[in-house]
Each structure stands twice: as structure tokens, then as C-alpha cells.
């Protein structure tokens, strides 16, 4: 089995070498891109200087974008699993190994890391607790799955779905409303406990002013998200 | 509608129809996206020639000042235009976000492919596919 794992990195020059050398101790026989969203820090240099595998972006295009790059990436090289992971320290590469068992033994076809299901690590504001409570109970309304952490970005797909997101992705906030166009496509998914950690480094895309926007937008996306293409 | 401005605003028209034409003889603006501004000039056209026209639609409408009616028309010429141009910049910024994407895996591949010729030892380390 060809795992990726494909870390997108917006200015995460604190944090991306700890990032990728934590996964590739713990996972040598995974392959690791990141995909430098056109930072403005030094995050292309330690990139470089390291010979981490990399992608970069001539432009910005925000973490949907990015990425799509890497999940199109994935299926240009043929890989049985796609692995989505923050560059920021937000998830730990000990989880790795429960996450990816579910789509390893062909039991789901996405897997979700999930902070809820036990409530152990960092757990976010209770505010975005509701926020998300409230998306997954509309994801839960249109497809029927119910998913408690909706906004992860901890997550790991096979090459169908992975194929399928390098058709269509949503270009901003992309994480809640990806989970719909999978379930849509017929997706079956797994929810692990993973235990998150507060970023090391950077600040959260989802700054406290753009909330609002974020929620309208998202839940916007998922009761407008229609069935792919296949 | 005095005779005067009627020619007045006859000329301003048929200048209007020109510098689109030549806006699109010139290559500047995209036949595609010129239609819709000469419909636009068509309506102004339609309305200078035959004023009464205007009134005539106002009184089925019961509108009372026919100029009223004529600003609506332009506004809602106008949400159509804008809802044309979002339309169209949401198409273009698909296709930037796959060009953008195709020239970043395009740009690993070479680099790559580079790295494999210097350095054939790492070659094996980066393709499982054998």
C-alpha cells in the first residue's frame, strides 16, 4: 500500500521540519509532500535545505486549493491512501497509525480524526464547539452520516475518494463541505479518536472576525452541495 | 421628449454602439462578453428612436412617471450585467486554481527529475512503484 501524506503550509516556518520529521520517524515507508501555499515566511527555504518533497504554489490559493494540488498529486502517482495533516503540530503523527487502519483494511473509505469522540487533548472554544455541533447535525441532516468532527483536517481518504476531490473541492473552508460530496459519492467513514494539540506555530486560517462568515458559508456549502459527477 | 435632445441623445447612443464595436475590433473586449453591452446600446437605441414606446409600456404598468420606469429597466440591466460578470470570474478562478496547480506539480516534476540525474542514488528513495 502507497501512503501519502500531504501536509499544506502557509507560513508555517516554526513548525513544518518538526511536522515532517515527526512523520517520517514514526512512518518510513509513507511518502510526505507538503505543499508550500506561496508563503511569505522562510517555510520554502527549510523545505529546500532539508529535501523535504514539496510542492510549490506560484500563488496563493488557500487551503482547498493546496489541497486539491496534493490530492491530484496522489492520483498522478498511483496512491492507495491520501493522508490530510496540518503543518502547524495541530496533529500529532503518533495518530497516524489509528487513522489510518480504518481505509488501510478497507473498512471506510474516508477517515476522519476526531477530537470529540473521547474528549481527551485540545478540545477549541466552546464557542467553536457549538459552531461545529451545529455543522455536523446539517451534515447529519443531508446525508444521513453522522460525523461529530466535522471541521478536522486530520483525515485520510483511498484513491477513489482522493480522485474524486482532485475533481472538486471547495477553495476555501473546504472541510465540512468535502465530507458531504464524499458522503454524496457513496463514501463510507470512520471517526477515530485522535488527540489534538494547540498549534505550535502560525495563527488559525479562521480568525475570530471571519467566524460568522465561516458559518454562513459553510452551511451554505452543505445544503447546496450537489452529487459529483462520477 | 424636445427635438433637440431626441438628436442629442441619438449621437451619444451611436457613439456608444461605435467604441464597443471598436473596443471589440481592437481586441480589447471579447465578442462573447460584448453581446450583452450591445443589447444594452440596442434598448437605449430603441428608446431614442421611438420615445412613446416608453410611455406606452409605463401606462400598461401603471407607472406614473415614465421615467421611473426607465430607471428600473437600467437597474435591472445593470444586476444582470453584474450577475454575468460574477459568473464569469467564478469560471475564471477555477481555471487559474487548476492552472496554478498543473504548473506547481509541472515545476516538482522537473525539479524531480533534475535531482534524479544529479543524484541517481536517492532516485529509488522518493517512487515505490517499480
Redesign the interface.
Known amino acids: 500500500m502507497k501512503i501519502l501524506i500531504i501536509i499544506p503550509a502557509y507560513n508555517e516556518e516554526d513548525s513544518i521540519l518538526d511536522t515532517v520529521s515527526g512523520v517520517k520517524k514514526l512512518h518510513p515507508e509513507a511518502d510526505v509532500l507538503v505543499i508550500n501555499d506561496c508563503s511569505r515566511d522562510r517555510t520554502e527555504e527549510i523545505l529546500t535545505e532539508n529535501g523535504i518533497r514539496h510542492v510549490r504554489l506560484p500563488v496563493n490559493l488557500g487551503i482547498g486549493g493546496a489541497m486539491q494540488c496534493g490530492y491530484r498529486y496522489a492520483c498522478l502517482r498511483e496512491y492507495d491512501v491520501a493522508v490530510q495533516m496540518d503543518g502547524d503540530g495541530q496533529h500529532p503523527a503518533e495518530e497516524l497509525d489509528s487513522l489510518l487502519a480504518p481505509v488501510l483494511d478497507g473498512s471506510a473509505d474516508m477517515s476522519i480524526g476526531s477530537r470529540f469522540i473521547k474528549g481527551e487533548g485540545f478540545q477549541s472554544s466552546a464557542m467553536r464547539r457549538t459552531g461545529i455541533r451545529f455543522l455536523s447535525f446539517l451534515i447529519r441532516l443531508r446525508t444521513g452520516q453522522r460525523i461529530l468532527d466535522v471541521t478536522s483536517g486530520y483525515r485520510a481518504v483511498n484513491l477513489r475518494y482522493a480522485a474524486l476531490f482532485s475533481r472538486e473541492y471547495a477553495q476555501d473552508y473546504p472541510e465540512p463541505e468535502s465530507l458531504v460530496l464524499a458522503a454524496r459519492a457513496g463514501a463510507r467513514f470512520a471517526e477515530v479518536p485522535v488527540q489534538m494539540r494547540q498549534r505550535q506555530g502560525g495563527v488559525s486560517s479562521i480568525s475570530f472576525l471571519r467566524s460568522i462568515y465561516y458559518m454562513i458559508k459553510v452551511s451554505l456549502a452543505i445544503l447546496t452541495c450537489s452529487t459529483p459527477r462520477s | 421628449m424636445s427635438l433637440p435632445l431626441r438628436i442629442f441623445a441619438l449621437i451619444l447612443v451611436i457613439l456608444y454602439l461605435i467604441s464597443i464595436l471598436v473596443l471589440v475590433k481592437k481586441n480589447r473586449l471579447l465578442l462573447r462578453y460584448s453581446l450583452l453591452w450591445f443589447f444594452a446600446g440596442l434598448v437605449m437605441l430603441v428608446i431614442v428612436i421611438w420615445p412613446g414606446l416608453l410611455f406606452w409600456a409605463a401606462g400598461l404598468l401603471n407607472i406614473e412617471v415614465p421615467a421611473n420606469g426607465l430607471f428600473g429597466i437600467c437597474i435591472l440591466l445593470g444586476i444582470i450585467l453584474m450577475i454575468s460578470f460574477t459568473v464569469v470570474i467564478s469560471d475564471f478562478?477555477g481555471k487559474i486554481?487548476t492552472l496554478?496547480?498543473n504548473?506547481?506539480?509541472l515545476?516538482?516534476r522537473i525539479r524531480?527529475l533534475e535531482g534524479r540525474k544529479t543524484a541517481p542514488a536517492e532516485a529509488g528513495a522518493?517512487?515505490?512503484?517499480a
Open positions: 478562478s486554481k496554478v496547480q504548473q506547481a506539480l515545476e516538482e524531480e522518493d517512487s515505490k512503484k
